[in-house]
């Protein structure tokens, strides 16, 4: 648990995570939006077949209005589908685009990271552990100042916090049988994020690409 300073800073920050290796078609899923038309997950899935004929079991699941999480076959073929901005489903009145899904998808919101200045800080504790105990009452802790550890009193960190505008004057800390306040100063703002749609990726706008059914030559004939 971190941010525990003030009310409203606190989260579990997670200190494992499972390493998805580049490329593994296991993990080879796909965000279908519908740009146009209408269609259910049932019609998607039959669609998806008739466009792309191989042994593979198109299976979409609604991920939200006019969203829909499909497994493919590969990653390559995700790829190959984003490549256009949209295109038309065979035998449908409906356009759709396709794009990589990844957990970010589900986030509601994303971390801000802040490079803070922490004042009157025990001689004691001007160690990287220190700090870091410090530095997790406002958030997760992403980098130290080393060479701020020489100074006197003050220390600086680089923290993702889930608001700034949270981070407290000061924070109590006590080194037995005493107890003692830290100030906190935020120097400046790294990367500002804040609430996100939920179920919604929102992806980086595509520019000139073609419009064309994907599988496609510009001859009219199939791709082998």
């Known amino acids: ?11 579990f920050a997670v200190q494992s995570e499972k390493r998805v290796r580049s490329g593994a ?7 279908i939006k519908i740009k146009e038309g209408h269609i259910d997950d049932a019609g998607l899935s039959a669609a998806l077949a008739l466009n792309f004929p191989m042994e593979w079991n198109w299976q979409a699941r609604e991920n939200g209005p006019q ?39 589900l986030a509601k919101a994303k971390l801000f990271t802040v490079w ?5 800080v025990l001689e004691d504790m001007l ?22 550890l020489n100074n006197y009193e003050v220390v600086k960190f680089k ?9 407290p ?9 005493y107890l003692y306040d830290i100030y906190f100063e935020m120097e400046t703002v790294v990367e500002t994020w804040g609430p996100m749609p939920r179920y919604e990726r929102v992806a980086t706008p595509r ?8 599988g496609k030559a510009d001859g009219g004939d199939q791709v082998m």
């Open 169 to 177: 004057e000061n924070f109590e800390f006590a080194q037995k049988p």
């Open 116 to 120: 803070v200045k922490a004042k009157r």
């Open 67 to 105: 969203s829909f999480l499909v497994k493919f076959p590969s990653l390559a073929k995700i790829d190959e589908c984003s490549q256009y901005e949209q295109f038309k489903l065979k035998g449908h009145q409906v356009q759709i685009s396709v794009d990589r899904w990844s957990s970010a998808a």
């Open 1 to 11: 648990m971190v941010g525990y300073a003030a009310p409203g800073l606190g989260f």
């Open 207 to 214: 520019h000139n690409k073609p419009s064309k059914q994907p």
């Open 159 to 167: 923290v993702d916090v889930k608001d700034p505008e949270l981070i």
């Open 25 to 31: 078609n296991k993990h080879a899923t796909a965000l």
């Open 127 to 148: 160690t990287v552990d220190g700090v870091f105990e410090i530095g997790s009452s406002l958030g997760a802790v992403q980098q130290i100042d080393l060479e701020s």
